[in-house]
């Protein structure tokens, strides 16, 4: 089994700088919030409901996000989305310098954050596929991974909680900067980045008012019996991770004494992690096949959380979360890449958004969850998370050792793509044959 070392090209590049600037900005915002949040609060349900409202919206918005996908131009999704959290950024900083903020001004930027996520996420998801082929997307989707961890860790993560501590103003106006910067880079990119070459292969049928597209992911995600089993085990682990992790700025900062200048530097060991595993992951690929790398990566991450509960001290928190965050970022890729290979192109931003509709949505349930262990004690929470998801890791083992390698799906769309006009950088080759704490997709 063979890995595709043909150069993903010129318009992926462009497409890797776009994401590059906006994952700064994620990075920033990820790590603002809960340090902001423990300034307002010491409540560990309180704090836990930053992250549960991060998800909610998935719940709400992420099957609109996608028919807005699969509709206009994702470009310009991606720049509306950028758009929108630029004005969020700008009022965080706002608030905060004025005195104002408390922890449910706070909520309600993350939710509205959180709704625009479901744009930007879906569209960077689709926008891949239509200008790499099958065979290089675990490659693609491992190098934004990895692009995604250095920024976001290496550098917004530190960062932030350093200049936290000098003054809150520079970190949330640089935040401000980095997303109106994105919006830019966003409507540079060239037009094969549009998702319309796989409209044109349907311009032949009637369109379908909007409103009428709601239960298309749907459809399609039951009536295929791999996505369907993959889709419901995928949220219920995602339900015991959020579970887990929901309270870890608090378990770090309160329990195990670490300073809060400190937290963004403790997240690097969760950088270190999913950017090695990102390079790793065509290594495992060519020598077990995706499925099998799926099911000891997945296995592996659940155990990773089960001991940072069970060695409540530093060392074991960052060895964990260096081991969960480098087999959840294995496993991200991977996944991401069959679904690109199994989901028309047509389809990919409907298909995404009800896909993330279960997982995501139900995420803030298992941050709720992990709250209120977190108040009885905040190793439970890891415990009951990481214990729970070892035995369904144990159970669905050797389901995820069937699923195929991306490049040996066909969905129907390579021959319709070649003939509605996909682009050729003059980089890349077509081959002919059929991805702040780590959350899974």
């Given at each position: 089994m063979s890995v595709n070392k043909a150069p993903l090209g010129r318009t992926f590049g462009n497409l890797f700088t776009a994401n590059l600037a906006s994952s700064l900005g994620d990075g920033i915002a990820r790590t603002a919030m809960p340090l902001l949040a423990v300034r307002v609060t010491d409540d560990p349900l309180l704090i836990s409901g930053i992250a549960a409202l991060a998800l909610l919206p998935w719940l709400f918005f992420a099957i609109p996000a996608g028919i807005l996908i699969d509709r206009i131009d994702r470009r310009l999704a991606l720049a509306i989305a950028n758009g929108v959290r630029t004005v969020l950024a700008v009022a965080l900083l706002v608030l905060s310098v004025g005195g104002g903020l408390t922890i449910w001004w706070l909520y309600l930027v993350v939710f509205v954050y959180g709704m625009f996520e479901t744009v930007y996420d879906g569209a960077i998801r689709a926008v891949v596929p239509s200008i790499v082929d099958r065979g290089n997307l675990p490659r693609a989707n491992a190098r934004i991974e990895a692009g995604e961890q250095v920024v976001q860790n290496f550098v917004s993560g530190p960062v932030t909680s350093l200049l936290f501590v000098i003054a809150v103003v520079i970190p949330l106006g640089l935040n401000a900067l980095v997303y109106a910067a994105a919006v830019v880079l966003a409507l540079l990119l060239p037009r094969v980045a549009s998702g319309h070459q796989f409209t044109a292969m349907v311009d032949g049928e009637p369109r379908v008012?909007?409103?009428?597209?709601?239960?298309?992911?749907?459809?399609?995600?039951?009536?295929?019996?791999?996505?369907?089993?993959?889709?419901?085990?995928?949220?219920?682990?995602?339900?015991?991770?959020?579970?887990?992790?929901?309270?870890?700025?608090?378990?770090?900062?309160?329990?195990?004494?670490?300073?809060?200048?400190?937290?963004?530097?403790?997240?690097?060991?969760?950088?270190?992690?999913?950017?090695?595993?990102?390079?790793?992951?065509?290594?495992?690929?060519?020598?077990?096949?995706?499925?099998?790398?799926?099911?000891?990566?997945?296995?592996?991450?659940?155990?990773?959380?089960?001991?940072?509960?069970?060695?409540?001290?530093?060392?074991?928190?960052?060895?964990?979360?260096?081991?969960?965050?480098?087999?959840?970022?294995?496993?991200?890729?991977?996944?991401?890449?069959?679904?690109?290979?199994?989901?028309?192109?047509?389809?990919?931003?409907?298909?995404?958004?009800?896909?993330?509709?279960?997982?995501?949505?139900?995420?803030?349930?298992?941050?709720?969850?992990?709250?209120?262990?977190?108040?009885?004690?905040?190793?439970?929470?890891?415990?009951?998370?990481?214990?729970?998801?070892?035995?369904?890791?144990?159970?669905?083992?050797?389901?995820?050792?069937?699923?195929?390698?991306?490049?040996?799906?066909?969905?129907?769309?390579?021959?319709?793509?070649?003939?509605?006009?996909?682009?050729?950088?003059?980089?890349?080759?077509?081959?002919?044959?059929?991805?702040?704490?780590?959350?899974?997709?």
């Open positions: 008012a909007w409103y009428r597209q709601f239960v298309d992911g749907f459809r399609f995600i039951m009536a295929n019996r791999m996505m369907r089993t993959l889709w419901f085990y995928s949220t219920f682990i995602g339900v015991l991770f959020s579970m887990a992790t929901a309270g870890l700025v608090l378990f770090l900062l309160s329990r195990l004494g670490l300073p809060e200048a400190l937290f963004g530097v403790f997240m690097l060991s969760g950088a270190i992690g999913g950017i090695l595993a990102s390079f790793a992951v065509g290594w495992f690929k060519s020598r077990w096949g995706a499925g099998l790398t799926m099911a000891v990566m997945d296995l592996v991450s659940a155990a990773g959380l089960l001991f940072m509960g069970l060695v409540p001290t530093l060392w074991a928190a960052a060895l964990g979360f260096f081991v969960t965050s480098a087999t959840i970022t294995v496993w991200n890729v991977l996944i991401m890449s069959l679904r690109q290979s199994v989901v028309p192109g047509r389809l990919l931003g409907r298909v995404h958004g009800t896909w993330r509709t279960l997982l995501w949505g139900s995420m803030p349930l298992g941050a709720l969850l992990g709250g209120l262990l977190g108040r009885v004690d905040l190793t439970l929470p890891f415990i009951v998370g990481g214990g729970l998801a070892t035995l369904a890791s144990i159970l669905f083992f050797r389901f995820l050792m069937t699923l195929p390698n991306p490049e040996d799906v066909d969905n129907g769309d390579r021959a319709g793509a070649d003939s509605a006009g996909r682009v050729d950088d003059g980089d890349s080759q077509d081959d002919v044959g059929p991805a702040g704490v780590p959350v899974l997709d």
